[in-house]
């Protein structure tokens, strides 16, 4: 079984930033990617960004430009720097990590409990 914790939400002003981080542990043998996703209230749970083992990154087409992500495959860790926030961006922020684990390297993919961003004046 693989647990992903999320961190380092708040409340941040408009034009502020924050760096989310995400931390993947259990029976890993590898992780292929890593993603971020967000849910705003009321709304579907969206595409912010992901990276892959290779470091080949993908972004939504709201957070180009502002937002960056990175990981550390030594440490399983994965992290969001988000930039010139905006009020749009309030929402509970969710990594997903998918890979291999356990004694027969089977599929994971699991989802952390979600840090909570609120950009606020």
């Known amino acids: 079984q693989v647990q992903v914790v999320e961190s380092g939400g708040g409340l941040v002003q408009p034009g502020g930033s924050l760096r989310l981080s995400c931390t993947a542990s259990g029976n890993i043998i590898s992780i292929n990617s890593m993603g971020w996703y967000r849910q705003a209230p009321g709304k579907e749970r969206e595409f912010v960004a992901s990276i892959s083992k290779d470091d080949n990154t993908v972004y939504a087409d709201s957070a180009k430009g502002r937002f960056t992500v990175s990981r550390d495959n030594a440490k399983n860790t994965s992290s969001l720097q988000m930039d010139s926030l905006n009020l749009e961006d309030t929402a509970v922020y969710y990594c997903?990590?998918?890979?291999?684990?356990?004694?027969?390297?089977?599929?994971?993919?699991?989802w952390g409990q979600g840090t909570q961003v609120t950009v606020s004046s």
């Open positions: 997903n990590v998918r890979g291999r684990s356990g004694p027969r390297s089977s599929n994971f993919g699991s």
